[in-house]
């Protein structure tokens, strides 16, 4: 019986007032009562709209509709055929740009909360389920996957289906890259990361830390070592940082070292032995989720007061709305059309406060929105004692930078041939933010996944050969 | 894991461990490091390789109780292993191409700056090396020097071994007696490096240092490290570690490495006391 109710179901959440002082995920799942709910609210469209908005074309309907029908684990198969994240994209993804922006029930009400199911049934496959230890039978060749983000698994993850012997290289001493160094905790709690990444090895894929390929291993290495083709996910992780005067000074973090130390390190943990500052206010630069989690990071680190400080209004904020939502909640507060101008320090080189300028919108700019234009009488002082800087990054240039023939962008960014992933060097793809700069997870898995493709293509043709 | 093959005690706080890494040693060149954790709830530092071994497929570090990480290090030994070691990171020193160049290395430095002098020498370069040490109690390397160097002068700072002095009364004295270097290479505390770039500035000799800043990853992903260079912001694990003595801003080098004076104190008191 379809549900007729404009509205989703609402996410329960943990409060505020207690969240903020610990990591725990913040979004509790829904119970089976409010996801058959949910999933009655779904139209089970024939030309399923959803399904386009997907950039792993999941078959959202299907899977839905299994939900309805109490076979939970049969709608986490459905979605295993494109996504094998889908504990992570349910918690990540932005639906409301992608799948849920084409629901048919939003023309009049709110989406299906398709996020939220997706959610629900790899939580309940999780929990209800054992690992699946079953290992293809191998075809007798080997690839190389460098790096074990979102890219790097999906990728690893298909291969390994199609019966090679994958091995991932991973620079850090953990896998998982954005996963487990950037996304916190309370908004993807770790121990669902490593349960994806050890199914991925129980299916026979071997994953190798502490191996920096362009450093401790090169390309041609790799080849030499018998792989047949390479798959390049390193991601985009160098932060950048604006220029401004003070940025040396202590207590500026980049985004990225300050959440890998609480998420990767956890210096938030007593045993910890990795340091990280505890200041009493705290600005964060930027307005995108790693802005956001930065901010609600702080504020669980016992910082009093968080500011957001972006130059342009709500509207073009790029950070999720749930994030925002969450963030307002949790008392972070945003200083819109702010430009920071320069970080001042103590005497003992310690950040003291920063100097920030009004902004106002003009005319769109080529990215599409607003451009932000200096009023430069407004100069205004925020007393802060620490400086976060999220204001995005570049691909890593360990690998390209060793590999001579393989070429990169302006940006430093891996140039591919076609949209399969192909590199300018022979046997090479790559894949996700390296090549486009920072995106999103999902798209550096549906990435991963077409590179598989054509690297199985290549070397069976090469075969025949 | 990675296999603690041998640890030899080279002074009170100085230990040299040969640790098997195949993966790092393949590719290892003198002026590169590692990243290390020791277990599971450690932090990551950077050590600097002293030697790759490419027989046994090790590497030589050596390490000096400088803080808690470094503390608990020394207490394992041959046959313990350490979690994660990864490497080698950094651009490697440039060795070739120098004919006379005069190393200076200041305490644990030393142990960075031996595999340079070694490398120059094996480039015929005519090698004067300069080490110090606070005490003779805690001088190291001095006969590995020795048999690499053209000259090798040893200083501490109370006389107890070689001269009494500092490393720049020698450089000083070899400058001023018109001894020239294509290049300076200076590996040591903050304060020695800055010292001896600002002595060779005026004669124009190319000054080398070595950063140790505050790290995390390595790999240049977390900016940690960042130094300024030429009023210019560096990552000294992909830039560097070395630069050129004589554009780095030591100051804020000084400075930024009090970041974490205080937690690393508490740590250090917590690893003395779990021992």
């Known amino acids: ?465 | 894991m990675f296999l603690i093959t041998h640890k030899k005690k080279l002074t009170q706080s100085v230990s040299m461990f040969k640790v098997k890494a195949p993966f790092i040693v393949k590719h290892a060149k003198p002026g590169q490091f590692v990243m290390l954790r020791i277990e599971q709830n450690g932090e990551r530092i950077p050590l600097t390789i002293a030697e790759s071994n490419h027989e046994d497929e090790t590497i030589t570090l050596i390490v000096q109780s400088a803080g808690a990480t470094t503390k608990r290090l020394l207490e394992l030994n041959t046959g313990d292993s350490i979690q994660d070691l990864a490497g080698p990171l950094g651009k490697p020193s440039k060795v070739t191409g120098l004919k006379r160049v005069c190393v200076v290395g200041g305490g644990v430095g030393c142990a960075i700056a031996y595999p340079i002098a070694k490398a120059l020498r094996q480039e015929h370069t005519i090698v004067h090396t300069i080490i110090g040490f606070r005490n003779k109690e805690l001088v190291f390397l001095e006969d590995e020097f020795k048999a690499v160097s053209n000259h090798m002068y040893l200083v501490t700072d109370n006389g107890s071994a070689g001269r009494k002095g500092f490393v720049t009364d020698i450089l000083k004295e070899l400058l001023l007696k018109g001894e020239t270097y294509d290049e300076v290479i200076a590996i040591g505390p903050l304060i020695m490096m800055k010292m001896v770039s600002e002595m060779t500035k005026p004669y124009h000799i190319k000054t080398i240092v070595s950063m140790n800043p505050i790290m995390v990853d390595g790999t240049g992903m977390c900016g940690g490290c960042r130094v300024s260079v030429d009023h210019e912001m560096k990552f000294a694990c992909v830039d560097g570690p070395e630069f050129d003595g004589h554009l780095v801003d030591f100051d804020e080098a000084i400075q930024r490495n009090k970041m974490y004076q205080e937690f690393e104190h508490e740590q250090y008191n917590d690893a003395c006391k779990q021992k």
């Open chain 1, 1 to 465: 019986m379809l549900n007729t109710s404009q509205v989703k179901n609402k996410m329960p959440v943990q409060d505020p007032i207690r969240r903020i002082s610990n990591f725990n995920e913040v979004a509790l799942g829904y119970t089976d009562e409010q996801a058959l709910d949910e999933a009655r609210r779904c139209l089970d469209c024939k030309h399923k709209p959803c399904v386009n908005g997907c950039p792993v074309g999941i078959d959202i309907p299907a899977f839905i509709q299994k939900i309805i029908d109490n076979q939970i684990e049969e709608a986490y198969q459905i979605i295993l055929e494109s996504s094998m994240l889908s504990s992570v994209c349910g918690r990540v993804c932005p639906q409301e740009t992608q799948c849920e922006l084409l629901c048919v029930r939003a023309n009049k009400g709110e989406a299906v909360a398709i996020g939220n199911l997706e959610r629900y049934v790899s939580d309940y496959h999780f929990k209800n389920i054992q690992f699946d230890s079953s290992k293809p039978i191998l075809n007798g060749f080997k690839v190389a996957v460098v790096g074990s983000g979102p890219a790097g698994l999906s990728c690893a993850n298909d291969l390994n289906k199609l019966g090679y012997q994958v091995d991932i290289y991973e620079a850090l001493h953990e896998a998982g890259g954005v996963l487990t160094y950037g996304i916190p905790e309370f908004r993807l709690p770790k121990a669902i990361v490593k349960r994806e990444i050890e199914q991925l090895i129980a299916h026979g894929v071997n994953l190798i830390t502490n191996v920096i390929i362009g450093k401790s291993l090169s390309i041609d290495d790799l080849f030499d070592m018998g792989y047949q083709a390479i798959f390049l996910g390193t991601g985009a992780g160098l932060p950048k940082f604006l220029g401004v005067p003070g940025e040396m000074l202590n207590g500026v973090y980049s985004a990225n070292e300050y959440l890998t130390r609480i998420n990767l390190m956890k210096s938030y943990e007593k045993q910890s032995q990795t340091p990280i500052q505890h200041p009493k206010r705290v600005a964060v630069i930027g307005g995108g989720n790693v802005a956001l989690d930065a901010a609600r990071s702080a504020k669980r680190l016992g910082v009093e007061e968080v500011y957001i400080v972006y130059r342009r209004s709500l509207k073009e904020l790029p950070a999720r709305y749930e994030e925002v939502e969450h963030a307002v909640d949790e008392g972070i507060q945003f200083k819109l059309l702010a430009n920071l101008k320069e970080i001042i320090g103590n005497s003992e080189g310690f950040v003291k406060e920063i100097r920030c300028v009004d902004m106002i919108l003009g005319a769109p700019d080529q990215s599409g929105r607003a451009k932000p234009i200096e009023n430069p009488q407004s100069s205004f002082f925020l007393e802060v004692d620490q400086v976060i800087m999220a204001i995005g990054t570049t691909p890593n240039p360990l690998v390209t930078q060793s590999t001579e023939d393989l070429e990169t962008n302006e940006k430093g960014c891996i140039i591919t041939q076609d949209a399969w992933g192909l590199t300018t060097k022979n046997m090479v793809y790559a894949g996700g933010d390296v090549v486009t700069g920072s995106a999103t997870v999902i798209l550096a898995m549906g990435a991963g996944r077409q590179a598989a493709q054509a690297m199985h293509q290549k070397i069976t043709l090469e075969k025949i050969k």
